[in-house]
């Protein structure tokens, strides 16, 4: 399997802009997570699905933030407008949670979005 | 409100020691404790999972210890190498719940 797919890798992009972050998860996994990282405040949960359904989303900070999954191999993370704040590596990650593994997270390579 | 502690923000030990990294939690109830590595510029990656009835947990020169009651988890490698050095997360899973992760501790073995 190819391991969960982000795209773009980088991007700078100014304030106000829209950002769109897209994600492919690993085929078969019924949990799809979005978390930011930044040095600051480490590894943030914003928003997660199951069966492609928003279980939990308060981690999104602010409206401006929106996230889908229109079916099970693809999620986008938007930002829009997007500000300076934003700048951070968003993850995509996926899981196929058992009782035997919990919620074993795979992760993607990360999005490095530059808000200037 | 909830909240891990990782022990350090950074670990430096010479090569061949043991590497000891402590996760502290509080106001949670996991079913599972997890560690990952993440190397700079990559994604996390899993490591090891413990049960909340198990106590100890191997892989290769790599054990964890899980103890409810302190609400404490334990890291450790043995016989640390160069290529060891990395930042460790650890992170709860209260059940079918999305993980929640500390910041990290990162580690450095000189050789």
């Known amino acids: 399997d190819a391991g969960v797919i982000q795209s773009p890798r980088h991007e700078v992009t100014e304030m106000g802009q829209e950002v769109t972050l897209r994600c492919k998860p690993i085929s078969g996994h019924d949990y799809l997570f979005w978390y930011r990282q930044t040095m600051m405040r480490g590894l943030e949960l914003l928003i997660y699905f199951n069966n492609n359904v928003p279980i939990d989303d308060s981690g999104m900070p602010e409206d401006r933030f929106s996230a889908k999954m229109p079916n099970a191999s693809f999620s986008t993370l938007k930002i829009q407008p997007s500000e300076p704040r934003d700048s951070a590596v968003y993850f995509c990650?996926?899981?196929?949670?058992?009782?035997?593994?919990?919620?074993?997270?795979?992760f993607g390579e990360g999005s490095w979005l530059t808000v200037v | 409100s909830q909240k891990i502690e990782q022990n350090s923000e950074a670990l430096n030990i010479q090569e061949g020691k043991t590497a000891t990294l402590t996760c502290n939690y509080t106001n949670y109830s996991p079913a599972y404790l997890q560690w990952y590595r993440q190397d700079p510029g990559r994604g996390p990656v899993f490591l090891l999972l413990i049960r909340e009835n198990e106590k100890e947990k191997r892989k290769e020169r790599l054990k964890v210890t899980f103890d409810t009651t302190l609400k404490q988890s334990l890291f450790h490698i043995t016989a640390s190498q160069p290529a060891d050095s990395a930042t460790y997360l650890c992170?709860?899973?209260?059940?079918?719940?999305?993980?929640?992760f500390g910041k990290g501790t990162t580690l450095s073995v000189s050789s």
């Open positions: 990650a996926s899981s196929p949670f058992t009782r035997s593994s919990g919620n074993t997270i795979y």
């Open positions: 992170a709860l899973d209260q059940a079918g719940t999305a993980l929640i």
